[in-house]
Antibody, heavy 125, light 112 residues
Framework: EVHLVESGGGLVKPGRSLRLSCTAS????????MSWFRQAPGRGLEWVGF??????????EYAASVKGRFSISRDDSKSIVYLQMNSLKTEDSGVYYC????????????????WGRGSLVTVSS | IVMTQTPVSLSVTPGQPASISCKSS???????????LYWYRQKSGQSLQLLIY???RRFSGVPDRFSGSGSGTDFTLRISRVEAEDVGIYYC??????????FGQGTKLEIK
């Protein structure tokens, strides 16, 4: 059974950094691209970015709102995908979800087949 | 792109059917021949669960009482016979106008 468990969330001051982890199990992690979403209070889900699996170069794509501040990486030996968040702003507050990319895609994924329960990040002074 | 779901909530007697509508402000049909419309459910305290992909394809492990239909901008999720375990919030999502993966506002299914 596929499981994705996020960790590392918490309260952080504006301008500081935080790293989220997503530990995967139940599938061959290295064969899949992985993605992050977030949801601010009272708002819809917002795509943050994704990282391709090594077979597709392990490259990354990011939403414009986080590009240059956030970075996604992966450790296939541990089945973990990370979201490094730097220069955090209050508007980065929300629940962050890790998910597995589903199906085939050419540039960006079309959908995501398994999701974690999320990790709460609060950016506040 | 805006995804509009109706109804916002519905209360269904076990064994009865249920239907949720999802309308997109732009067509979800791609020139590759695929319509990128998905249905998810979120139970309280749990993660999003994929039910239907590409309009009508049931995801692994999803009971066959769940079915999806539609084309272009109008889509429907149907549950042929609602069971108690089907409670939750149902969302449609478009996967064509990227990277703005847009979800509907959700439909809360309750059991009478």
């Amino acid at each position: 059974e596929v499981h994705l468990v996020e960790s590392g969330g918490g309260l952080v001051k504006p301008g500081r950094s935080l790293r989220l982890s997503c530990t995967a199990s139940g599938f061959n992690f290295g064969d899949f691209s992985m993605s992050w979403f977030r949801q601010a209070p009272g708002r819809g889900l917002e795509w943050v970015g994704f990282i391709r699996n090594k077979g597709y170069g392990g490259t990354r794509e990011y939403a414009a709102s986080v590009k240059g501040r956030f970075s996604i990486s992966r450790d296939d030996s541990k089945s973990i995908v990370y979201l490094q968040m730097n220069s955090l702003k209050t508007e980065d507050s929300g629940v962050y979800y890790c998910c597995r990319v589903g199906g085939d895609y050419s540039v960006l994924p079309h959908f995501f087949d398994y999701w974690g329960r999320g990790s709460l990040v609060t950016v506040s002074s | 792109i805006v995804m509009t779901q109706t109804p916002v909530s519905l209360s269904v007697t076990p064994g009865q059917p249920a239907s949720i509508s999802c309308k997109s402000s732009q067509s979800l049909f791609h020139t590759d021949g695929v319509t990128y419309l998905y249905w998810y459910r979120q139970k309280s305290g749990q993660s999003l669960q994929l039910l239907i992909y590409e309009v009508s394809r049931r995801f692994s492990g999803v009971p066959d009482r769940f079915s999806g239909s539609g084309s272009g901008t109008d889509f429907t999720l149907r549950i042929s016979r609602v069971e108690a375990e089907d409670v939750g919030i149902y969302y449609c999502m478009q996967g064509i106008h990227l990277p703005r993966y847009t979800f509907g506002q959700g439909t809360k299914l309750e059991i009478k």
